[in-house]
């Protein structure tokens, strides 16, 4: 199956939900003429990153009674949608969330299970962790989306592999850092390399969609990505430019890279287990 | 057996300090249009002292916003060099900037006089601050923000005036240190008698910063880069080669002069305090 893929690089603005949902909307219109079957926006797309003590008034509720979330949803009876928004939920509890909308229904929600708090990371103070990753099944195969620190942390992605996920979806807001003298920022390539990484040792499609612009002088770096299942970049979007990045893949792909190297057959989650058991056992035994 | 050993890497702190051009460039301009545009504004004004802070500013904020949206004030004290006012003008004239010359010597006489025993500290604070002041009255008139030119090197050694020439809307080259600021500038072919003359405030005849903070910046940058940057320890430094008393000299000054680079503490008393717990981004003006 060939699908076409939306990489929507966006400069979302901080704290102002109405402008961000007229901004998606917008790349939803240029998508669906560019024939775009799944578009995929960056972490927090909907509020920008660093929304402080804004959380409570930018938060959005995942179903269709949210005002705003309506216009997503009737948006994704036109293409499959991924949209990153902080998520409020019924005890005023707070997510860094990804929405995979479809058909105008929620199909998945994903929570910002690594929440970054050092340096100048400072986001478990205002989220909630997430508590799980799952992968689930779309129009396209089954997927599964992770959040910028998430995908820094290597079992995430390995669980969403074994959970069953061809097509991995990473959303980021990614401040740029480590300038030196090479033409990418060492950030980048730290990036760029892990991704190819998860494309390569999991014969997997990672499309990685990061945001532009600025926020009180961090600078946003973009240059999203697809990395196919032989571990190759089909697409690199520009560095700190806002765009919709287009590219189509053949998601049967995944099943020749397969045939010729058979990873995912033989890999052993039964015995990551049970060493994890005994390793977990032991830690426990120590403490 | 053949024997391949591989020295450890040269500590080239040359090639540690040195910065992509382009990549610098493309952050710094976006960075400066983006300030002004949350600010509302579309124009700067910036003091030009002849030196090659200023100067690199003015490249930027020229690229940024176009020359004729870049008002450069020079404002000479009648101790300042002529070599220093011809310097600007090379800049001024190169870019094709707006420029005006607001001399500060009457008004810093007026207090100056009032205290016979003036040491050159204060009178140099005292310069510092008025211009200052010029600045911002030019900001409101001609309706533009005042950009900084304060580089990493003297923010972290505290070799500035506080509400002098750190009283600015937005530090450009604040994440420079001196040698980057000497790259970025002859990649952006500054005038070479900006470029080659020794850093000086200028406040009195033959004063060079390397004389005054009594070591040159290609040394204390390399010591900034492993404490700051890499976050070595003062031990660790030394065992790099560098003198400790060096070292600690460096040390002492950055940690003694971080009021300068800090708000002013507010005592906290009430439930939520500005500076504690009232916590929005700079950029986010609700808007």
Not at chain 1, 194 to 208: C, D, E, L, M
Not at chain 1, 214 to 222: A, L, Q, R, S, T
Not at chain 2, 155 to 184: C, E, F, H, N, W
Not at chain 2, 199 to 225: I, M, N, R
């Amino acid at each position: 199956m060939r699908i076409t893929v939306g990489l929507a690089q966006i400069y979302p603005k901080i704290g102002d939900v109405t402008a961000n949902l007229d901004k998606h909307l917008e790349a939803v219109e240029d998508a669906a003429a560019a024939g775009v079957d799944l578009l995929i926006f960056p972490e927090l797309s909907m509020t920008g990153y660093q929304v402080q003590d804004l959380v409570p008034e930018v938060a959005l509720e995942a179903h269709a009674d949210d005002p705003v979330f309506k216009r997503l949803l009737d948006a994704s009876k036109r293409l499959d949608l991924v949209v990153g928004f902080v998520q409020r939920d019924s005890r005023q509890r707070y997510f860094v969330a990804q929405g995979y909308l479809s058909g105008g229904e929620v199909v998945h929600v994903h929570h910002k299970v690594y929440l970054p708090t050092y340096g100048m990371f400072d986001e478990a103070r205002y989220f909630d962790v997430g508590e799980g990753v799952r992968a689930f099944d779309t129009r396209f195969g089954r997927v599964g989306m992770l959040i910028c620190e998430d995908f820094w942390h290597i079992s995430p992605p390995y669980i969403l592999w074994m959970d069953g996920a061809d097509l991995l979806i990473f959303s980021s807001s990614s401040p740029g850092r480590g300038l030196d003298g090479s033409e990418r920022l060492s950030e980048s390539r730290w990036v760029e390399q892990v991704n190819q990484a998860y494309g390569s040792a999991f014969t997997n499609y990672v499309v990685h969609v990061n945001r532009v612009g600025y926020e009180d002088g961090k600078v946003f770096w973009g240059g999203s990505s697809i990395v196919d299942p032989d571990g190759k970049f089909l697409v690199r979007g520009h560095y700190f430019e806002e765009m919709l990045i287009t590219h189509e893949i053949d998601l049967n792909q995944v099943r020749r890279t397969r045939a010729r190297l058979p990873l995912l057959r033989d890999e052993r989650p039964a015995l990551v287990q049970r060493e994890l058991a005994r390793i977990l056992a032991k830690d426990e035994h120590t403490l | 057996m053949k024997h391949l050993h591989i020295p450890t890497e040269e500590k080239d702190f040359v090639k540690r300090l040195t910065i992509n051009a382009d990549v610098a460039r493309q952050m710094l301009c976006g960075f400066i249009r983006d300030e002004m545009d949350k600010a509302g504004m579309r124009r700067a004004v910036i003091g030009l002292s002849g030196g090659i802070d200023s100067a690199l500013s003015a490249y930027l904020a020229a690229e940024a916003l176009g020359a004729e949206n870049v008002l450069a004030v020079r404002m000479p004290y009648r101790t300042s060099s002529q070599d220093s006012l011809d310097d600007a003008d090379l800049v001024i004239r190169d870019l094709g900037l707006q420029t005006m010359t607001v001399p500060i010597t009457d008004m810093a006489d007026a207090l100056i006089g009032q205290f016979p025993d003036m040491n050159g500290l204060r009178k140099g604070n005292i310069m510092a601050r008025l211009r200052m002041i010029v600045l911002y009255d030019q900001s409101a008139t001609y309706g533009g923000l005042v950009v900084g030119t304060s580089n990493k090197t003297e923010m972290l050694l505290g070799y500035s005036t506080i509400y002098g020439d750190s009283g600015v809307a937005l530090q450009p080259i604040g994440d420079l240190y001196k040698t980057q600021v000497r790259q970025l500038a002859a990649a952006l072919n500054i005038p070479t008698p900006v470029q080659s003359k020794p850093p000086s405030a200028d406040l009195w005849e033959g004063q060079t910063d390397e004389g005054e903070l009594g070591f040159t910046y290609a040394e204390v940058d390399k010591v900034l880069l492993l404490m700051v940057d890499e976050r070595y320890t003062v031990d660790e430094v030394v065992a790099e080669g560098f003198d400790r008393a060096f070292v600690e000299k460096v040390w002492r000054r950055v940690k003694i002069n971080h009021f300068k680079r800090t708000m002013p503490n507010v005592a906290k008393v009430s439930r939520r305090t500005i500076g504690h717990d009232w916590l929005y981004l700079r950029n986010y003006t609700g808007r």
